[in-house]
């Protein structure tokens, strides 16, 4: 059975800095990861999908990696902003249509 | 654009009653999706409609029951609600087809549900 963990599961930065998020999974064998961004009482934005078969995608400020053969992806956000400031979830796809979670990191970006 | 429309956002239940969460799309999506989103268990698959006419159960689906109306549509009933069904539950969606997985998910702002 596939199993996500992201750590931290939370993490406070003053505005600026750059940082990383991380996200392990166990089965290698996974279609691609999705990396989310989820503000308090909304639901799921997504911000960058890596193919299998990639090794890192950008999109702005924010860039993910993907090693799949240790089973680790990190995100990264360059010149933090406090409207950064929300919980941050990968997902892995291994089989059909099923998306395995992360629990989240909860990201508060102070000014 | 709506993108994924969820009702109702907020529903206080007694136990043992029914309620049905309603879920629509407007991107013309062939897979749609139900999870549950509970602390310290992070968002778990309840049920999931591949394409219109089919539903598969996922993670966790004891106590629901699905019906894909249409293209658009996913609702998901609980029969007989209990205390554990308390969750935010959130409707997802994505393009489909093949390792459907591989596309990109489209959320619902969610449905908060109480079961007293």
């Known amino acids: 059975k596939q199993e996500v963990t992201q750590i931290p599961a939370a993490l406070s930065v003053p505005e600026g800095e750059n940082l990383v998020l991380n996200c392990s999974f166990t089965?290698?064998?996974?279609?691609?990861l999705q990396w989310f961004r989820q503000d308090p009482g909304k639901g799921l934005t997504s911000l960058l999908l890596i193919q299998s078969s990639q090794r890192e995608q950008t999109s702005g400020r924010l860039n993910a990696s993907l090693d799949k053969s240790s089973g680790r992806s990190t995100l990264y956000i360059a010149a933090s902003q406090p409207g950064d400031s929300a919980t941050y979830l990968c997902?892995?796809?291994?089989?059909?249509?099923?998306?395995?979670f992360g629990e989240g990191t909860q990201l508060t970006v102070n000014p | 654009n709506a993108g994924v429309t969820q009702t109702p956002k907020f529903q206080v239940l007694k136990t043992g009653q029914s309620m049905t969460l309603q879920c629509a799309q407007d991107m013309n999506h062939n897979s749609m999706y139900w999870y549950r989103q509970d602390p310290g268990m992070g968002l778990r698959l309840i049920y999931y409609?591949?394409?219109?006419?089919?539903?598969d159960k996922g993670e966790v689906p004891n106590g629901y029951n699905v019906s894909r109306l249409n293209k658009r549509e996913f609702s998901l009933r609980l029969e007989s609600a209990a205390p554990s069904q308390t969750s935010v539950y959130f409707c997802a969606s994505n393009v489909g087809g093949g390792r459907s997985g591989a596309n990109v998910l489209t959320f619902g702002a969610g449905s908060r549900l109480t079961v007293l």
């Open positions: 409609s591949a394409s219109e006419g089919t539903t």
């Open positions: 089965d290698s064998a996974i279609y691609n």
């Open positions: 997902a892995v796809s291994t089989s059909g249509s099923r998306l395995t």
